[in-house]
């Protein structure tokens, strides 16, 4: 586990503020991207295709983006 490690059962006390951090960080970098479809998903048909219900509604296998940075 990240922030506490097996038989010593210490805890760190900056786990909340390590997340608040993780989180501000990645939703700069994504307010500072453009998300696109990558080629080899064959588009919003490929997409399509690839929808599959098991419970709630999935994508069978990876959903490729090409991120470009603004
Ligand atoms: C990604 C960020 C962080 C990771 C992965 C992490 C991980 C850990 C781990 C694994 C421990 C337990 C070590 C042990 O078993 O002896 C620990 C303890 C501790 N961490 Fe962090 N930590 C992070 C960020 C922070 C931050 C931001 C602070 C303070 C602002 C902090 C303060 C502490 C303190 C004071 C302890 C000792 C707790 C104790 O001995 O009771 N950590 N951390």
Do not use: N, Y
């Not at 994508?59 to 940075?69: A, D, E, K, Y």
Request: with cysteine; net charge positive; charged share 15%.
């Amino acid at each position: 586990m990240p922030f506490s490690t097996g038989p010593s059962l210490r805890q760190c006390i900056g786990q909340s503020l390590a997340h608040m951090t993780h989180d501000s960080i990645v939703a700069r970098m994504v307010a500072h991207s453009t998300f696109e479809l990558a080629p080899c998903m064959g588009g919003a048909a490929g997409v399509e295709a690839r929808k599959t219900s098991r419970l709630t509604l999935q994508l069978g296998g990876s959903l490729w983006m090409r991120i470009t940075l603004r």
